[in-house]
Every structure is written in structure tokens, then in C-alpha cells.
């Protein structure tokens, strides 16, 4: 595994990170599993720079202050083969099949099947690869 400079890895208070291997992470990316998340990157995946793969959310639903409500954890998969651009942000609760592709700049926040190359913040497929 490789991952560039200003790259970071977070699993503190009961987050998991699987990593498999032979992954590629790029300049700037966060992966994220803080507050019970749970994220699990399968083998030959590659990362594009300034992404975050994050697996909690704070919580919304009270009246007071957004920093007093807590977060609630979520878990992200991320099959093999995948190729994730540049400026991506994946969200709770979503897997990314194997042999997918994630264009620059697109957000995840459903699931990518297999063989699918995704772009957009509306996440339109244009393209099955299979």
C-alpha cells in the first residue's frame, strides 16, 4: 500500500479500517471511521487526491447546538479493482462494487454496482463496463 503525503487514517471511538492490498491513496485523502463507522477497502483500489471516505454523520435531530448532538456511524464497502478520482466524497452506508470506476468530483451516497463507472453529484451512471 502507498499513500501519499498529508493522507490520514481515523478509527477512534470504536471505528474499524480494513485495508487490503496493494492500494493507491493519493496527496490530501481522509478515511474516516470515527464514532462507530466501519470502512473496508478491498485489494487494487486507487484513491485520487482530496477525497473523503467517510463512514459517520453528526446527528441532526435535536434542538441544540450541532456540536452537542453526537455522530452515529455508518459503514462504507469498497470492492476491489476500484478506481476513485480525484476531489470524491463517499458517504455512510454505501458499497462500491468490484471493478468500478468513480469519476472526479462525484459524490456516493448509494451504491455503486459492479462494474459501473459513476460521475456527478447525482451519481448518474453513464456507462456499464461489463
Not at 434542538?63 to 452537542?68: D, E, L, R, T
Request: charged share 20%; hydrophobic share 35%.
Amino acid at each position: 500500500c502507498s499513500f501519499m503525503r498529508h493522507s490520514s487514517i481515523n478509527a477512534d471511538e470504536n471505528g474499524v479500517v480494513k485495508i487490503g492490498n496493494n492500494i493507491s491513496v493519493n496527496y490530501n485523502v481522509n478515511i474516516n471511521a470515527c464514532n462507530d463507522g466501519y470502512i473496508e477497502i478491498g485489494n487494487d483500489v486507487l484513491i485520487g487526491q482530496n477525497t473523503v471516505i467517510r463512514a459517520s454523520d453528526h446527528n441532526t435531530s435535536d434542538q441544540k447546538k450541532i456540536s452537542y448532538q453526537g455522530h452515529s456511524g455508518g459503514k462504507i464497502i469498497i470492492g476491489n479493482n476500484v478506481w476513485i478520482g480525484a476531489n470524491c466524497v463517499i458517504l455512510k452506508n454505501v458499497k462500491i462494487d468490484d471493478n468500478s470506476v468513480i469519476g472526479a468530483g462525484t459524490v456516493i451516497n448509494k451504491d455503486v454496482k459492479k462494474n459501473e463507472i459513476v460521475v456527478g453529484n447525482q451519481q448518474r451512471v453513464v456507462k456499464n463496463i461489463s
